[in-house]
């Protein structure tokens, strides 16, 4: 069956490079450089730092991060990003100029891998607090914390500090 299915998804991505990909690449590394660009004028690596204090966040610090971009053609639209550990997958409009949207979302991604990397013991002290509410909503509150945490820091603060603008 892995066989079979990693037949197919090299199928795919032959199309996928043919329809998307190369007609694509030169707008993604445009837009490559001006969000790395923003990124520092907004100091990326300060909020991070910052954002990894607010978690408790045990990050190696010799273990930097990998934001993949991948392009989605058009300027508007709906659009997908992942956190997979130090490696964060984020698509982006290459025909959009949203480089304030995208960034607080890189950010929000990167919060995800924050949160991941709290200490056993933290997380279980989080956790107690939501344990020991009398609360109905308090298993709800606790499942969605994670996401909660990195749209009020990514989309909320980290844009907000970058751009000056509420989102």
Request: hydrophobic share 35%; charged share 25%.
């Amino acid at each position: 069956r892995h066989q079979r299915f990693f037949a197919i998804l090299g199928e795919l991505e032959s199309v996928y490079d043919r329809t998307l990909w190369i007609e694509q690449e030169s707008a993604l590394k445009e837009y490559r450089k001006k969000i790395s660009a923003l990124s520092e004028q907004w100091k990326l690596s300060a909020l991070f730092a910052k954002a990894s204090q607010f978690y408790r966040a045990e990050w190696p610090q010799d273990l930097g991060f990998r934001i993949n971009l991948y392009p989605i053609p058009g300027k508007r639209g709906h659009t997908s990003a992942e956190s997979l550990g130090s490696l964060e997958s984020v698509g982006v409009q290459v025909a959009s100029s949203d480089f304030e949207g995208d960034f607080g979302v890189i950010f929000h991604e990167l919060c995800h891998s924050l949160y991941k990397a709290q200490s056993p013991e933290f997380q279980a002290e989080l956790e107690g607090y939501f344990a020991k509410s009398k609360s109905r909503y308090a298993p709800y509150a606790y499942r969605t914390l994670n996401e909660a945490l990195a749209t009020a820091l990514g989309n909320g603060w980290a844009y907000e500090k970058a751009t000056g603008k509420t989102d």
